[in-house]
């Protein structure tokens, strides 16, 4: 049974910005790109959440800009890839929601300027 968040929950699980493999593995992150869309999957926003262990275990929560997106199956393996050549990083975790759904709003301001949104 799912229940509905409380008021003040997050819902969206924070991420380990003060881990030193943070910076390195959102770079990574910006090098994946929707084929559909030309702006990269980090400022499209579809990246919830980055967690790193201290010995270097990365999980990734993320998400499709829609539920039948034609690269579902194949984007989280991009995205693992991609942040399994960070050195540093141990092993990588992609895990795909749908809650909170995606919206425009959460694309960072260079990719609504990118796609003419601003």
């Known amino acids: 049974m ?3 968040p409380n008021e003040g929950d997050l819902l969206i699980k924070p991420s380990s910005t003060e881990h030193d493999l943070y910076e390195p593995i959102v770079e990574a992150c910006k090098s994946v790109y929707d084929p559909e869309i030309p702006v990269n999957i980090f400022d ?3 990246i919830y959440t980055i967690t790193i262990s201290d010995a270097g275990e990365v999980d990734v929560i993320m998400t499709l800009t829609a539920p039948g997106c034609p690269v579902a ?5 991009w995205v693992a890839d ?5 050195p540093g990083v141990q092993s990588v975790e992609v895990e795909m929601t749908f809650d909170p759904q995606w919206g425009m709003d959460m694309m ?3 990719a609504r300027l990118e796609l003419g949104f601003m």
Do not use: F, K
């Not at 199956?73 to 393996?77: A, D, F, H, S």
């Not at 991609?82 to 960070?86: D, E, L, R, W, Y």
């Open 2 to 4: 799912s229940t509905a």
């Open 73 to 77: 199956g194949e984007m989280p393996g």
């Open 44 to 46: 499209l926003g579809l």
């Open 108 to 110: 960072s301001d260079e």
């Open 82 to 86: 991609a942040i399994s050549a960070v």
